[in-house]
């Protein structure tokens, strides 16, 4: 059997072993596949492995965070995407929340970028522990109700190497917050769709570079707005869909007024509708 059909045999199986739970099994495959894989694959096979997910179950922190730091150096698109969300929980148990919310963030940031919605979830459910640790309950139950949803509509699990405390953490924010307020914080996080979930995690996250005029100057939570304007919703369904004050959507629309260089929200769908 060539190196081709050996590594990604090997790497299935330790994607695998890693969703049943047994990292010791997924980590002898991650191994096997890194010595069979023939020099033009080992980028590949490399950045592709759950490697990462093996050690932090074995309880092999650091050395799951070395082989994601050094995957990060050279990896593009989805499986950079990935790596941030994997070493967003490996920085989570190491005890470094700031980096841990800033991989979650570039994560959400790339997944709507290049439409990588099957990272989502964890990226939500990493930042809503974060958010939790932080005393901000409600946005936790939002972003922990977001997370299910969207990992219900993609149907995919949770990866149990990097959710020890996820439960801990939902039961600390229902605790909280008390079983009315949770589950009404955790429904208006599910009523969001996936796009919506990303722009509202990402609300209020620092400017990143980027124009200062036309379509790709605006922020997340500005084309949010956007795509709900286009929808026909008025200032009010959109606040309440936001959980935001209508006076605030205003300003977000005055702000794409100018940076779109428009008079008007009829000009503002036009211009949505070309941008679709």
């Given amino acids: 059997m060539g190196g081709f059909h050996e590594d990604a045999i ?26 069979c894989t023939v020099p033009l694959r080992v980028v590949y096979v490399r950045s592709s492995l759950a490697m990462p997910e093996a050690l932090m179950g074995t309880g092999d ?25 994997t070493r967003a929980y490996i920085a989570i148990a190491q005890g470094e929340p700031e980096q841990a919310g800033d991989d979650a963030h570039e994560s959400l940031a790339i997944a709507h970028e ?4 099957l990272q989502v979830p964890d990226a939500l459910d990493c930042l809503a522990r974060l958010t939790a640790d932080a005393g901000n309950h409600l946005l936790a139950a939002r972003l922990f109700g977001a997370a299910a949803a969207a990992r219900e509509r993609i149907g995919i699990i949770r990866i149990p190497a990097l959710s020890r405390g996820h439960d801990e953490a939902v039961a600390a924010t229902l605790e909280a917050l008390g079983q009315k307020e949770f589950d009404a914080g955790w429904a208006e996080g599910a009523a969001l769709s996936t796009e919506e979930a990303v722009a509202y995690a990402q609300r209020g996250r620092g400017e990143r570079k980027r124009p200062t005029s036309g379509w790709g100057s605006m922020t997340p939570t500005e ?14 369904d959109i606040a309440d869909r936001l959980f935001i004050s209508p006076r605030t959507v205003q300003t977000h629309l005055t702000h794409v007024y100018a940076k779109l260089n428009l008079s008007s929200r009829i000009q503002l769908v036009q211009e949505a ?3 679709a």
Avoid: Q
């Fill in 10 to 35: 090997f790497g299935t199986s330790a994607l695998a072993a890693v969703f049943a739970d047994d990292s010791t099994a997924a980590k002898e495959a991650a191994e096997a596949a890194m010595r």
């Fill in 223 to 236: 084309c949010h707005v956007v795509r709900l304007v286009a929808e026909g919703l008025g200032n009010k």
């Fill in 61 to 85: 922190v650091i050395g799951a965070r070395r082989w994601v730091d050094e995957n990060l150096t050279f990896v593009p698109g989805w499986f950079r995407c990935h790596a941030l969300m």
């Fill in 273 to 275: 509708a070309r941008h």
């Fill in 114 to 117: 290049i439409h990588a919605y």
